[in-house]
Structures are given as structure tokens and as C-alpha cells.
Nanobody, 128 residues
Framework: QVYLVESGGGLVQAGASLKLSCTAS????????MAWFRQAPGKAREFVAG????????MYEESVKGRFTISRDNAERRVYLQMNTVKPEDTAVYYC?????????????????????WGQGTQVTVSS
């Protein structure tokens, strides 16, 4: 069992930066694939960024490429999402997800169903 707790959300103005953190407890964090998803009101949960267990492979949703960066610190059992130049359309609840899988195809990271463990979410609101 892996427990995930997100933090770092808040209200920011468009163009600002924000860093989300996800702290994991239990399970084999160092080898788990990690990801960030987000869900805006009335919309489905969508993939934002993913990171392989080795940390060598990253994937991003098209609209955040070049603005967001996912990273991990295995010693601290944390995964981060650095959000730069945020936009009002980035407003959503952001969720951290984890899965012990070590084999993925190109579409694996972006599927909600790929992940066994989820955090409770942290709200990010971007004002224009």
C-alpha cells in the first residue's frame, strides 16, 4: 500500500510559478512510476506529467510542455511538479498518482487506470 499526500497548491496570478509536492509513504517508491493528473470542475481527470521509476523517462501533456517539469527525490520519497508561467486554464485539483509497474508502452502514463494509488488532491487556482 502506498499513501500519497500532495501539497503546495494555492491561488496565484497568471504568469506566476508554483511548485507542487507529493510525499509517499509505504510501498517501493524508488521503483514506482509517478504522475500528476488534474481535474477541473465538470471535466474528466486528465494527465499532466509522468515519470518512470528510474527517473529517466518523462512524459508531458501537450499544453504543459515547456512550462511544467516533473521530478523526483527518492531519498525524500517525493515527486514534484514545477509549474511555470501558469495560465487560468491550469486551474484544477491536482492529483499525484503512483504505480509499481516497471514496464510501460507509450500510452501507459496518460491513462487514469494505469495507477493503483492516488493522493487526495491539492487545489490550484490561477487568476487572470
Amino acid at each position: 500500500q502506498v499513501y500519497l499526500v500532495e501539497s503546495g497548491g494555492g491561488l496565484v496570478q497568471a504568469g506566476a510559478s508554483l511548485k507542487l509536492s507529493c510525499t509517499a509513504s509505504g510501498g517501493s517508491f524508488n521503483t514506482s512510476a509517478m504522475a500528476w493528473f488534474r481535474q477541473a470542475p465538470g471535466k474528466a481527470r486528465e494527465f499532466v506529467a509522468g515519470l518512470s521509476g528510474s527517473g529517466g523517462g518523462t512524459m508531458y501533456e501537450e499544453s504543459v510542455k515547456g512550462r511544467f517539469t516533473i521530478s523526483r527525490d527518492n531519498a525524500e520519497r517525493r515527486v514534484y511538479l514545477q509549474m511555470n508561467t501558469v495560465k487560468p486554464e491550469d486551474t484544477a485539483v491536482y492529483y499525484c498518482a503512483a504505480d509499481p509497474s516497471t514496464s510501460y508502452d507509450s500510452s501507459w502514463f496518460s491513462r487514469v487506470g494505469s495507477y493503483d494509488y492516488w493522493g487526495q488532491g491539492t487545489q490550484v487556482t490561477v487568476s487572470s
